[in-house]
């Protein structure tokens, strides 16, 4: 394998996103009645996955009444299939070296006001001590573009991660958000044990893509829209899609992402593990408020309608939010959530002053992971940290045949309290312990008196005298 960034080849490749088709949807549907937002709400909540058409109703049901049964719908869905449970990471900014020009990033090449800084393997040992240390066990790692980031170094830095142990604690799950690799490349950073790899695709607009993009590999809209169909080919069967949420109209992302999930869906029989829809933020030396950007309440219902259209595919909302924001979307239809994270280039252990300048953007939510935790507890959730199904190769298409009524039952609530028990015995505050331990208890007595509940209590038993990583 060569080192450095991959040769582009596209040849044969096309667009699945079919733009025309994607606006004339959203005309059609304007002004939808009560009553047909209502039958697709009800689809969704069967647990079917929504088509194009369906999903361009909700969009256009944008009066405050209708947008509230839409939330109220996302919060049912999100009870019947996740249960109580959010999951917990952090990002980890591995280095901010980066050859493209995206113009919206702080760390474009032509930002002279970005502080370049990549972690050396020792300084990435530190970072992982502060982050265990903390309590994490999931970790994203994230790269600029570099020919120094190449397959091998991406392979390295996970395993360098994966061996690190700090008392009780490991990380046990390591996601890449990296540039698209060619299937050579994919299969190399497989072999280091990675979870989930995700690229953002953007913007699925090629014309808004085009103007933000305008050179660096990066620039070719085919290699990136197609990177994590060479991800899949590669034997990597949990990929992560996502789009900058405010480059052009939400309402056309939102759709194009649907058309992304049902194309991974024919091709390989599974759709995204997740979907991100980050919203853009001011960054160092970048002027992001020339784009349309996405208001609140738009914000909300595209959370919202995505949770409705894809009912099985985990949803992500990181520290770009506002603590009331991540408060209210929490509740219909987020699975998971960073917290207590710092996106400056070695801030987690160096407590750098100055650690926005190495910033990709600038995050609004600044509370600990202990602080989150304890606000979870209280507001009725579950924290987990679990990694079961990934270490048990319950990913992909068999991660979707689990995903079926019971499974959360069976394995993802256990598991996360048993994870969450670990996290209160080895790091939490005292606060956060007793909030917990409440918590814990409330969702044991939901339970049913059967063999599950026996072994889990039995687990629990186990952790409590100091036995650590068990999982279903
Ligand atoms: N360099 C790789 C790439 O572009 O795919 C890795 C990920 S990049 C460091 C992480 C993501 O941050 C991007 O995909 C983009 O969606 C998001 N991002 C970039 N600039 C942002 C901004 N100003 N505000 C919020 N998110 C931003
Ligand atoms: Fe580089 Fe990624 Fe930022 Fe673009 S978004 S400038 S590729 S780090």
Redesign the pocket.
């Known amino acids: 394998m060569k080192p450095g960034l991959p040769k582009i080849d596209t040849e044969g490749l096309k667009s699945f996103i079919p733009e025309d088709e994607i606006f004339d949807l959203l005309e059609k549907t304007k002004n939808p009645t009560p009553e047909r937002v209502r039958e697709v709400i009800a689809r969704s909540l069967d647990k079917n996955r929504l088509e194009p058409e369906e999903m361009a109703v909700l969009i256009n049901a944008d009066t405050p009444e209708l947008a509230e049964e839409i939330f109220e719908g996302a919060r049912k869905l999100k009870e019947l299939v996740y249960g109580n449970r959010i999951v917990l990471f952090a990002p980890l ?1 591995i280095g ?1 070296d ?1 050859v ?1 020009n ?1 113009q ?4 474009r090449c032509t930002n002279k006001e970005v502080a370049r800084k990549t972690l050396t393997l020792p300084e990435l040992d530190r970072e992982i001590e502060a982050l265990v240390n903390k309590g994490h066990k999931r970790l994203i790692l ?4 570099h020919p120094q980031y190449d397959a091998q170094f991406i392979h390295d830095t996970v395993k360098e991660v994966y061996a690190q142990k700090h008392g009780n604690g490991e990380i046990r799950r390591v996601n890449i ?4 690799l060619d299937v050579e490349g994919f299969k190399l950073v497989k072999s280091a044990g990675i979870g989930t790899y995700q ?2 695709q ?1 913007t699925y607009h090629r014309e808004t893509y085009a103007q933000v993009h305008p050179s660096g590999p ?1 620039s070719d809209f085919l290699w ?1 829209l197609h990177g994590l169909d060479r991800a899949q080919e590669a034997g990597i069967d949990d990929v992560g899609i ?3 949420m405010g480059l052009t109209d939400w309402r056309f992302e939102t759709m194009a992402l649907l058309y992304h999930t049902i194309h991974l869906e024919e091709r390989f029989k599974v759709g995204p593990h997740t979907i ?1 829809f ?6 160092i030396g ?1 002027d ?1 408020g020339q784009y349309p950007g996405v208001n609140d309440f738009d914000f909300k219902r595209l959370v919202a309608i995505l949770r409705l259209a894809v009912p099985y595919t985990g949803l992500i909302l990181t520290c ?1 939010e506002s603590v009331e924001l991540r408060n209210d979307i929490i509740k219909f239809g987020v699975s998971q959530i960073d917290a207590g994270s710092d996106i400056g280039v070695g801030a987690y252990s160096t407590k750098d002053e100055e650690s926005y300048k190495k910033s ?2 600038v995050l609004n939510d600044g509370r600990s992971l202990d602080q989150v935790i304890r606000e979870l507890c209280e507001a009725g959730f579950i924290p987990s940290f679990c990694t079961g199904c990934y270490r048990l190769g319950r990913t992909g298409e068999h991660f979707m045949e689990f995903a079926v009524p019971g499974f959360v039952k069976r394995f993802c609530t256990p598991n996360a309290i048993l994870t969450f028990l670990e996290y209160m015995e080895d790091y939490s505050s005292p606060e956060t312990k007793k909030a917990g331990m409440l918590q814990i208890e409330r969702e044991l007595e939901r339970m049913p008196e059967n063999d599950q509940k026996a072994k889990l209590v039995e687990r629990i038993a186990q952790v409590k005298q100091g036995a650590r990583d068990l999982y279903f």
């Open positions: 900014y901010n980066c493209n995206c919206y990033c702080g760390f994230v790269y600029g573009e958000n990296a540039a698209p690229i953002f953007e990066k990136r996502g789009a900058l991100s980050p919203r853009i933020e001011p960054a970048t992001t770009r990709q953007f």
